[in-house]
């Protein structure tokens, strides 16, 4: 998408609190929209027939070669549980400090698309393949390699922490949809062909990475890039209508200028207005006056 690039960098303290806000209503927002079990795995076994149908099911193979190969399966598995959580603060800071111009349309585009994924979230709750029944030929690799780091069988929250977690927000996955969004900005603003070639490498190994550790199905990658389409389509909006909220308030608050004295009237010759102190060449110039 391309961003505009018409406002100055704001201030870094305010962009960390709204950052923070956004942030903190998304993880309460998913706690919030849980919903039925049931109902989410329905859901999950509904994409997984679509998958099937269309010749998409991608997980089954690579959830196989994540199982039964550790050498990939656990660095996928760190993967997963970390550079969601890196790379994306580390890109919006690398765009406030470098490309302070084009930073407020892209961190205005990255969160609207993440309350568009709440609302996917809440509408859509989606059990992940990891928590099917065996039967459906899932193997949870987080769970399988546990020992390795931080995380129990609960998703990637941190041992005892599974309940804080909404596990069945499979639908869209903001996974692919935050790391579509930091191959964009790599390779719009990366000035080396390293970084352009991250910028494609980083989202295609996030999706294989959801998918291959039963975290997420192929359809719920392509929901996160469409969710990530509609927000960049919504931003250049979104942005204007704060503009025009910022400049219509800022009339009303607007500080009032001090009425001139007197109101622009003038005064005769040696008048004084009350108060008001004489000046030091009147002063002299009485002076002068008076010795004449």
Known sequence: ??????????RWWTELMLIGFV?????????LARGDVATAVDHGLAILRAE????????????????????????????YATLHYLVTPAILVWLFRRHPARYRAARTWLMLSTLLGLIGFT????????????TH????????????????????????????????AAMP??????????????????????MKALGVAYPLLTTVVVMGTAN??????????????????????????????KARF???????????????CETSAGERIPGQRTSSAGADDSTQAAAR
């Open 173 to 194: 996955s903001l996974h692919v949809g935050w790391a579509l969004w930091c191959g964009v900005m790599l390779w719009q603003h990366g000035r080396t062909p390293l």
């Open 52 to 79: 099937k149908t269309l010749f998409l099911n991608a997980e089954h193979p690579l959830n196989r070669l994540f199982t039964e190969t550790p050498v990939i399966g656990i660095p996928a598995d760190f993967a």
């Open 250 to 264: 800022g009339q009303r608050t607007a500080p009032v200028t001090a009425p001139v004295v007197g109101g622009g």
């Open 123 to 134: 509408l859509m709750p989606t059990c992940p393949p990891r928590l099917l029944d065996a």
């Open 23 to 31: 942030y903190a209503a998304y993880s309460a927002g998913r706690l």
């Open 1 to 10: 998408m391309p961003l505009p690039a018409q406002h100055p960098r704001p």
């Open 216 to 245: 997420h199905y192929f359809l719920d990658a392509v929901a996160g890039a469409a969710v990530m389409g509609v927000g960049a389509l919504l931003a250049p909006g979104a942005m204007r209508l704060t503009d025009r909220l």
């Open 137 to 168: 030929g899932f193997v949870d690799t987080m769970a399988q390699y546990s020992a390795y780091g931080w995380w129990g069988g609960e998703a990637s929250a941190p041992r005892g922490l599974g309940g804080m977690t909404n596990q069945y």
